[in-house]
């Protein structure tokens, strides 16, 4: 069983940037795909960022691509999201998520466990 904790989110002026952290519980850590997906209000759940168990291959949808960083430290079962340039469209809940395999993906159905979310409000 992994859990997840996300942290690090907040309200920011449009253009700011934030990092959110998960941490993860479990010794398996290291070994699973990790991803952060967001869900906006009267939205249905969308990815945003991927990383593979080793850190590479890292998987980004579209619209944050050049603006946000994936990133992990299996040495203290965390990984990360750095966002900059926020615009108000990235206002949501984010949630981190563990596949419970070793290659990333962008499917959210690969996904065997989730955090609560963190909420990310920006302003304009």
């Known amino acids: 069983q992994v859990q997840l904790v996300e942290s690090g989110g907040g309200l920011v002026q449009a253009g700011g940037s934030l990092r959110l952290s998960c941490a993860a519980s479990?010794?398996?850590?290291?070994?699973?795909?990790m991803g952060w997906f967001r869900q906006a209000p009267g939205q249905e759940r969308e990815f945003v960022a991927a990383?593979?168990?080793?850190?590479?291959?890292?998987y980004y949808t579209e619209s944050v691509k050049g603006r946000f960083s994936i990133s992990r430290d299996n040495t203290k079962n965390t990984v990360y999201l750095q966002m900059n340039s926020l615009k108000p469209e990235d206002t949501a809940v984010y949630y981190c998520?563990?596949?419970?395999?070793?290659?990333?993906?962008?499917?959210?159905?690969?996904?065997?466990?989730w955090g609560q979310g963190t909420q990310v409000i920006v302003s304009s």
């Open positions: 998520a563990a596949t419970g395999r070793p290659a990333a993906t962008m499917r959210s159905d690969f996904y065997r466990y």
């Open positions: 990383i593979s168990w080793s850190g590479s291959p890292t």
């Open positions: 479990g010794r398996t850590f290291s070994t699973f795909a």
